[in-house]
C-alpha cells in the first residue's frame, strides 16, 4: 500500500494534470522540482544523523557497491538500449533512467517497513548522493558533447 501511495498517486495526478491542464501542470513543475530536491536532501540528512556512526564504520564496504552498481547500470542501460538500435538520446535517456535509482523512495521503505536500520538506511542514502552527483556529472559530461558537436556541424556548414 505505500508504494502505492508514494508512487502511484503522485504519477497518476501528474499525468492527468498534465493531460488536462498542461499550464497549471508546467506551474506545479516549477514548485515541485526544487521542493522534491529539498525532500530528499532532508531525507538522506536524517538518515545520515540518525546513523553517522555506522557511516564512519562502515563507508569503506557501502562505497564501492553503489558506484559500480551505478555505473554499472549506466553502462548496462546505454547498450541494452543500443541493442534496440535506438537513436543516441533515446539510448542516454534510458541509460540515465537505469543508472539513477530512487533514493528518496529507498530511505522511505527503509524507515517505513525497517525502522530505519543503520545499514540499510546508509546504503540508500549514499546510493540518492552518488546517483544524484553521477547523473548530474553524465548529463553535463553528454550535454558539453552535443554542444561541441553541434557547434562543429554549425562551423562546417558556415564555411
Same mark, same amino acid.
Given at each position: ?105 529507498? =530511505?522511505?521503505?527503509?524507515? @517505513? ?5 543503520? /545499514? !540499510? &538506511? *546508509? =546504503?540508500?542514502?549514499?546510493? @540518492? ?5 553521477? /547523473? !548530474? &556529472? *553524465? ?21
Amino acid at each position: 500500500k505505500l508504494v502505492s501511495l508514494i508512487l502511484g498517486i503522485p504519477l497518476i495526478l501528474g499525468i492527468l494534470i498534465k493531460h488536462y491542464h498542461s499550464e497549471i501542470a508546467e506551474k506545479i513543475e516549477k514548485v515541485l522540482k526544487p521542493l522534491s530536491m529539498l525532500v530528499f536532501i532532508a531525507l538522506i540528512f536524517i538518515a545520515f544523523s540518525q546513523n553517522l556512526d555506522v557511516f564512519v564504520n562502515h563507508i569503506h564496504h557501502v562505497l564501492f557497491l553503489v558506484i559500480f552498481h551505478n555505473i554499472f547500470a549506466y553502462i548496462l542501460g546505454f547498450y541494452t538500449a543500443k541493442s534496440f538500435k535506438l537513436n543516441s538520446r533515446d539510448c542516454k535517456t534510458i541509460a540515465m533512467e537505469t543508472g539513477i535509482q530512487n533514493g528518496g523512495l529507498g =530511505l522511505l521503505l527503509i524507515f @517505513g517497513f525497517f525502522e530505519g536500520l543503520g /545499514g !540499510m &538506511a *546508509l =546504503l540508500a542514502a549514499f546510493w @540518492g548522493i552518488w546517483d544524484v552527483f553521477s /547523473g !548530474m &556529472a *553524465l548529463a553535463t559530461y553528454w550535454g558539453r558533447k552535443t554542444k561541441q558537436k553541434l557547434a562543429t556541424v554549425f562551423h562546417n556548414t558556415n564555411k
